[in-house]
């Protein structure tokens, strides 16, 4: 190995890696050689003289990238929680390299001959289990990403994937520079009638932060989010609206004339490889299986919801002008959310602030480490000489019951102008079951919740405790994979599968016996109050028909724009916005720009693109697979142990609705998730 390497941290990863040493200037020599490596690799495969076998191809086609995948994993995460203008200028300069190999492996026709060889081979035909999946997935896959086309068409497919690769990535840092660049500074506390306490402190210290006199807000969550809800100052909301819904739509920053070209390139991508749409490529391998039946399941939905969404409109509608009288403005968008709170508060006696005492995030996070113990035995202890991006990075481990360490993590929950906003879940490093020595199980909760202030810790809301085991759930599923192929591993799974096992683990944040394990006061120990808790869960399928709404629009513009739109429709981003119109309680403001900050959609060459139904489709599992430990016992390892064993551990090893059904005896139904919102008129309906 040359000296050069030895001084990159980015060629000599192991299974800890040293965030504290990597830079922006290690990126481009790394990913250099790491290329050099992964091209030669395929040559050697393409070109092996002996005859095929697992080893020499399905193995050799996994260690093509395996390096280089990791490296990229390292460096991505760090431009999404710690980036610098060095590191965000070297991982844009590597991005269509890596995206042109990446893309030529399937439009290679040596290692596509090599793969059907071997597929016809009898040791293929005798395979079973994770490696057959393996081998009809890749076939599968090769011919879905251009295998069989002719010489022009792999040429064009791997312009368009390098262009997609360059342009999500321009669209993620346009918002994430739009959001940063936004700031409302208000002088004086007299505007800030009706904010908590909290949010006033919050906005004090944001202030503070940046040298000035005043409140500052800013887009990010822990500020927009307490503003929108309880500011009485209208014309404050109404301002920190308009630029949350408009981000990412002036100047250089503009993404509405990428968001064209991207759904452009996915259509055309779409079309080269055979389909009829970008969601019908996109979908072939995942539950719904295709667009359209992803848009029946959201048509389902909301159907189911449409008379509740109506009824808790003429609701807030009559609310206002009890407030306010007769003559009381129509609700605008910005209003949607402050009127919300206020009827809430009326009608539950209910406030969310009220609780924050009560989740401390030390606390928070103690809670799911012991869930997860009370469920799978494992233990969650600190692993405290980790190497870490940020001195505010806390790192664990996970140790089995028998004793050895499975998996490791770090936390990361603190706002940041150079992170990301949004709370994710990322796996860095995967171990393949039987690989045996230590455990390669690396992973990432990130997110932006309160912070805490002065000498008081960071008190969350329940909505982000909710979030933390959201994302918790996640590194569950990544750290529990016991799957011998690590492409299968891991959180590697249909998309429309993925979230199960996170939004399950939100369902222990409403249950007494859950929260008294951690929602503890944090000035007097107590646990929350028996009249509190049950308002808040009397409050929690409060406009749950308007909730749900919300996601089913969402989910239908994603569809709209991967099955509908085209250029004789005009303006994408006033498509977009009348189709939202269809599921938004009032109407939007003609310059509301959604998509140009929709990162879920755009900030990757696929992501949740034509899969955003998935947090419906999860939540339909969830629900339904949750009513299991309702009715065996919240806490009943035995359940607990079959949900790890035969959905957190299979990782994609075997088909999800195979999983799911071991689990849970039947498939699915969308009863549970009705009557847990409050949605249900009579009749059981099915998925």
Not at 122 to 142: C, H, I, N, S, Y
Not at 228 to 242: N, Q, S, V
């Amino acid at each position: 190995m040359s000296s050069a390497a030895v001084d990159n941290p980015l060629l000599t990863l192991g299974d800890e890696i040293p965030f504290d040493r990597i830079r922006g200037e290690h990126v481009e020599p790394a990913v250099a050689s790491l290329l050099d490596e992964a091209r030669a690799r395929l040559a050697a495969l393409g070109s092996d003289p002996a005859p095929r076998t697992y080893a020499n191809t399905m193995d050799a086609l996994e260690a093509v990238t395996e390096r280089l995948e990791l490296v990229m994993g390292v460096v991505g995460h760090l431009e999404s929680v710690a980036t610098t203008p060095a590191l965000r200028a070297a991982y844009n300069a590597v991005q269509p390299a890596v995206s042109e190999l990446f893309s030529s492996i399937a439009l290679s026709a040596p290692v596509w001959q090599a793969l059907k060889a071997f597929a016809a081979t009898p040791e293929a035909q005798a395979l079973t289990g994770a490696r057959k999946r393996f081998v009809d997935k890749t076939v599968a896959d090769f011919r879905r990403s251009g295998a069989d086309l002719d010489p022009e068409g792999k040429k064009r497919l791997s312009a368009i994937d390098v262009e997609l690769a360059t342009l999500t990535l321009r669209y993620g840092q346009n918002v994430l520079d739009a959001t940063n660049a936004f700031e409302i500074v208000v002088p004086d506390a007299s505007r800030l009638g009706g904010l908590p306490e909290s949010a006033i402190a919050a906005a004090r210290a944001g202030a503070d932060s940046k040298g000035l006199a005043g409140y500052r807000f800013s887009l990010q969550a822990p500020s927009y989010v307490p503003a929108l809800t309880y500011l009485d100052d209208g014309a404050l909301r109404e301002a920190l609206y308009r630029a949350f819904s408009t981000r990412a739509t002036v100047g250089e920053l503009d993404n509405r004339p990428i968001v064209k070209q991207i759904v452009l390139l996915r259509r055309e991508k779409a079309k080269l490889l055979g389909f009829a749409t970008f969601a019908d490529l996109v979908l072939e391998d995942r539950m719904a299986k295709s667009g359209h039946a992803a848009r029946r399941f959201i048509e389902t939905l909301r159907e189911k919801a449409a008379h509740f969404f109506d009824r808790e409109i003429t609701e807030l509608e009559a609310f206002r002008r009890d407030l306010e009288g007769p003559t009381a403005p129509a609700l605008a968008p910005w209003d949607v959310g402050y009127y919300s709170e206020k009827l809430r508060r009326a009608r539950f006696d209910f406030d969310d602030e009220a609780l924050r005492p009560y989740f401390a995030l030390d606390r928070v996070l103690e809670g799911a480490f012991t869930i997860a113990t009370r469920l799978y035995g494992v233990t969650v202890e600190p692993w405290t000489d980790a190497a870490v991006w940020h001195p505010s990075v806390r790192a664990f481990r996970i140790r089995e019951a028998d004793g050895t360490v499975s998996a490791a993590f770090y936390v990361d929950v603190a706002p940041r102008e150079a992170k990301r906003d949004g709370a994710w879940m990322q796996g860095l490093v995967t171990q393949v079951a039987g690989d045996g020595g230590p455990a390669h199980h690396l992973e990432v909760l990130a997110g932006n919740m309160t912070l805490p202030l002065g000498d008081r810790p960071a008190l969350l809301s329940h909505r982000e405790v909710e979030t933390v085991f959201h994302e918790f759930g996640h590194l569950m599923h990544h750290a529990s994979s016991r799957v011998e192929v690590r492409t299968l591993a891991g959180t590697n799974v249909a998309w429309d599968f993925v979230e199960l096992p996170s939004q399950i683990m939100e369902n222990w944040c409403w249950e007494r016996e859950a929260l008294d394990l951690f929602a503890r006061h944090v000035d007097t120990g107590a646990t929350i109050p028996a009249d509190v808790l049950e308002r808040m869960r009397a409050a929690r399928t409060f406009r749950a028909a308007t909730a749900m709404m919300r996601q089913l629009g969402f989910a239908e513009v994603d569809l709209g724009l991967h099955m509908d739109w085209d250029e004789a429709q005009g303006d994408i981003t006033g498509w977009a916005r009348t189709l939202l119109n269809r599921f938004s309680p009032v109407k939007l403001p003609d310059d509301h720009a959604m998509v140009a900050g929709f990162t879920h959609l755009f900030s990757s060459p696929v992501g949740y693109a034509a899969g955003y139904y998935s947090y419906k489709w999860a939540e339909v599992l969830d629900a339904d697979a949750f009513s299991r430990f309702r009715r065996e016992g919240l806490f009943n390892r035995e359940v607990g142990q079959a949900f790890r064993a035969e959905i957190l551990a299979r990782g994609d090893s075997e088909d999800p609705m195979v999983l799911y059904r071991r689990f849970m005896g039947r498939e699915p139904t969308l009863e549970a998730l009705l009557e847990r919102d409050g949605l249900v008129a009579s009749g059981t309906a099915t998925v």
